[in-house]
């Protein structure tokens, strides 16, 4: 037993620590389960499902970058009713909370997706992602306007009762005014940050290395502004917030709930090692241990509000 108390809430949804992954990062989990003990997640969000199969963007989709990747995979899956039918079973198996992704085209799939995902018990929350970078309707478009934000979480509150949690873009001018839309909306929580809208070049065939031309730009370069942006909106808003962006070791999870993070979500650290979590999970606990903490709690926030108060430490 941990001598020390991880657990946090979202909503009604409790993780036991708290450490998720990354949508579109980790599949549905059981990909990476040769790796990971799943059952010692706070949760599992899986990737990106929509109503109707997808086969995603043109190749080639992902291409390194210093200090991080490029992509443009373009919300690739085998559609709603396979997920349910098929794979949300197995991954239930594991008794850890599941988060799932949804996301549309149009503002009424979101509300239909949730419609459909209510049914089913193992599902534990709904992320609804109204930032993907790499699709050529809806995804980023939505994230950008206040009021667009608004609707979806309000519709996907209509349609379901567990535990909504919108996914916000980086790529605006003022990310608090689209958290407190979400967050108006009824969001229960929120994630931050989606990728950074990004291009990159092939030297060789002088052309665009992505095959959508432009791509999310993720991994450790993207993590400072993936803190300033839970930092500001951790004291704008009320709802708990996931924070991910260069997420790669514990310190890295540390430093998000220092800046106002109830969770973490690990994307490219995934990549870059299977066991980032793992690593992450017992970091935090161990970090706990080592400065006095009895909860995790306690840290949460923790810079802004001794920012705020003028205290060290």
């Known amino acids: ?3 020390v108390k991880t657990a946090v809430k979202i909503g009604a949804l409790t993780m036991k620590n708290p450490v998720t992954t990354a949508s579109g990062t980790f599949g549905s989990g059981l990909e990476m389960r040769e790796y990971v003990d799943l059952r010692k997640l706070g949760a599992i969000t899986v990737k990106g499902t929509t109503l109707e199969p997808r086969s995603g ?4 989709r992902c291409t390194e970058t210093p200090s991080g990747t490029l992509n443009s995979i373009g919300l690739e899956n085998p559609g709603v009713d396979v997920f349910v039918a098929d794979i949300l079973p197995q991954v239930a198996a594991y008794e850890t909370p599941i988060i799932v992704n949804i996301a549309g085209s149009e503002i009424t799939e979101y509300g ?7 049914k089913e018990a193992a599902v534990s929350a709904l992320e609804a992602n109204v930032s993907c970078p790499n699709v050529k309707s809806g995804g980023m478009a939505l994230g950008t306007d206040p009021d667009l934000v608004y609707q979806v979480t309000k519709l996907v509150k209509e349609h379901s009762s567990k535990p909504v949690i919108v996914k916000l ?3 605006v001018t003022d990310i608090v005014s689209i958290a407190k839309a979400a967050a108006e909306g009824g969001a229960d929580g929120l994630n931050l940050i ?6 990159a070049i092939d030297m060789e065939k002088k052309r665009p290395a992505l095959g959508n031309i432009v791509g999310g730009l993720s991994g ?6 993936a803190l300033r942006m839970v930092y500001q909106t951790a004291q704008a808003v009320e709802i708990p917030i996931i924070g991910l962006g260069g997420i790669v070791s514990w310190q890295d999870a540390v430093e998000f709930l220092m800046a106002g993070a109830t969770a ?3 994307g490219t650290g995934n990549f870059l090692d299977p066991a980032t979590t793992m690593k992450v999970v017992d970091g935090i606990e161990q970090y706990l ?4 903490y009895d909860d995790v709690q306690d840290i949460i926030g923790i810079a802004w509000k001794n920012q705020r108060d003028g205290k060290d430490g």
Do not use: Y
């Not at 989606?194 to 291009?199: E, F, K, Q, R, T």
């Open 264 to 266: 973490v979500g690990i």
């Open 289 to 292: 241990i080592d400065n006095g």
């Open 194 to 199: 989606n990728s950074v809208l990004g291009l």
């Open 1 to 3: 037993m941990s001598k």
């Open 220 to 225: 450790p370069a993207i993590k400072p502004i």
């Open 169 to 171: 873009s980086p790529n």
């Open 112 to 118: 239909r997706l949730a419609e459909i995902l209510e």
């Open 57 to 60: 963007n043109l190749l080639p």
